[in-house]
Each structure stands twice: as C-alpha cells, then as structure tokens.
C-alpha cells in the first residue's frame, strides 16, 4: 500500500490519561494501562493470573527473547474474562506482506486512537517487549516504555518501522550504530504485533479460572511447540534448558538476568492473585489454595535470591559466575514448579 493512499490525521493525537504500567511483563503490563485508563478495578496480580501468564514459563530454544513466545492470541482470549476485548494484529511477516501488515495496522491504530481507544504494540521499540501507544501524528506513534526518559525516548517512530524494534532514546540508536555484535534487523520482516482494547463485561471468576488453569495445564503437557521457525519450551522442559546452559556456562548474565526479573515477578504475583482468589472459589477446598499459595511463595523467595544475585544492568554484562550455587537454586525451583503443576492439576479437577 502506498503511503499516499493512508488516511492521515492533520495533528496530534494523543490519550492523556493513557500511561505505562512498568511491569516487567509488558504483555501484563500494556493489559494492565489499559484497565487503568478505562478505571477498571483490576490489579496487575488478577490480570496475570487469570490470564495464566503467573504460572507459566516459557523459554525461546536460543534463550534470547525474554518476553518472547507467541501467546499473546490465547492471553487475550482469556483477557475477556476480566473485562478487556483485545483485538488487532499479531502474525510474523516478510517482504509485501510485512509492509502490507504495516500499513493495516496504522490504519487500525488510527481509528483506535480516534475512538479514545488504548493501542499498545510489541516490538515497536524494545525487542520483546510491548509498549504503550499513547499518541500519533501524521508520521507514527509515540510510546512509553521502559527507556522513557532517556534522551530522545519520546520522539515518534514512523508507522513503517512497527515491528523492527527501532527505540528513538539516544542509548538505542548509538548501540545499533556501534555495536558489530548486535543482531542486523532484517527491515522487510518482522513481528506485527498491534492491539487496541475496549471494557466488556466480566465473566463468571470460577469459570474463568478454570480455563486459565487448562491453559497453563495444556502447555506445560505439551512441553514445547514450534512458532514462526522457533522452537519454545515450556515448564519442566524450558528449566532443564535454562539449568543446562548454566551448567555448560553458555548464558550471559545479562540474557539470565532478565529471565529472572521476569519470573520473579510472575511467582510474586502468582501469590497475590491466589489471596485475591481464595474468597471467590466455592467448589475448591480452600486448602488446596493455600498449599499452591505456599509453593508459590516457596518458589518467589528462590526467585528473589537469584534476583539479588543477578540484578539487571546496564550497560550490559556477559558473565555469569557462580555457576554452582545457581544451578542449586534452579534445581529446587524445579522441584516446586513441578509441585505446583500437581496442585493446579487437582484443583482443576474439582472446578
């Protein structure tokens, strides 16, 4: 489609009440701005639960997609549960159909924002991650995410770069114009991943649970699957792959610390989602909750200790050391998500 054939607006468009949640899961995070800017009274630990994304770990073959795997299409089909329709675009593309792809979402974009309607999109500035649409012009989008703040971070990013990671702050630009180890963005393929969201009315919490459990239930049997030429691993199958890479001292620190504050987030919210949920549960011995709640929180505070072992930084850092002691912890993580999976698996049963 050429350029001259899309509407245009004449000015900036912007929701002012529309801003970024700064959750280490973006996908919970974009879910959870948009609840905001409707005023839903929903907490970023209900969202992750009953979307199944606090129980869940999923990891890319080559561990270099935090954030990575395509579940956005079942995540937001549970997100109805709670109130949030989620429509747009998520498919790998290439060549005509990257640029057609580019195109139609702009043009969807548009006539959300018009509408006063959140868009959040991945991969549209940080790789594997999803940001917040907050606003656009005539020329593209503007975002919040995690580097806004940073020089240059609010400047717009050209609808024709949506689905090639190109964050405008100043640290971005200078790594892909120095780097010669950075990854080459191929710019005629890419993730198109752009959604735009309405409240709807809940659905019946029992039920909704239910499905987030089957889903969480169903991957982790499943163990891996295959997406766009990828292959992701899943619960005990993505722990031996992270446990071996760490033993053979393939993993960085930097890739292994962002696997862990993402994780780590996730179990502690697993915890506050499973306190909320305790009082809502009527067929489920409320024993049940609490023995999941307690591995839950066995699990968060292992995670924590990896955390504080591991911390995120930047500029980033390549060495993992204390090989030994990591491998420990990920073993008895194992063992926990295992027993959690069992858990899960009986209060499944009696819902």
Known sequence: MKEDKIMQPTELVKLGQYRFSGLDA?????MKSAADYY????????????????????LDENMAEPNG??????????????????????????GETF???????????????????????????????????HAIDDTGYYTYTWHTGYEHSEEVIPWNLLGLSRCPCIHCVLDRQSSATEEVTDSSAGLISLHWTNPI????????FKEALEFVIRLNEKAAFQWSGRTYLVGSKAYEHWLTAVENRTLDKYMFSLFVEILTEARNHAVAFLAEL????????????????LIYSEMASEYQILKGMYPYSEPREHELTQHE????????????EAKATVTMMGIYETL
């Open 26 to 30: 973006s996908l919970v995070g974009a």
């Open 39 to 58: 005023r839903m009274p929903l907490t970023a630990a209900w969202i992750y639960g009953m979307t199944g994304l606090a129980f869940l770990h999923v």
């Open 69 to 94: 795997g395509p579940l956005e299409p079942e995540v937001f089909r549970l997100a109805r549960n709670i109130g949030l329709d989620i429509q747009g675009i998520h498919v790998y593309a290439e």
């Open 99 to 133: 640029a057609r792809l580019q195109a139609e979402a702009w043009e969807k974009a548009k006539q959300a924002m018009y509408a006063s309607r959140p868009v959040f999109a991945k991969n549209i500035d940080i790789r594997n991650q999803t940001s917040v649409i």
């Open 201 to 208: 009315q809940a659905a019946d919490e029992e039920a909704s």
């Open 278 to 293: 305790r009082g809502v549960l009527k067929q489920v011995n409320p024993a049940l909750v609490d023995e999941l709640m």
């Open 325 to 336: 002691r990591c491998a420990e912890i990920l073993r008895g993580i194992m063992a926990l």
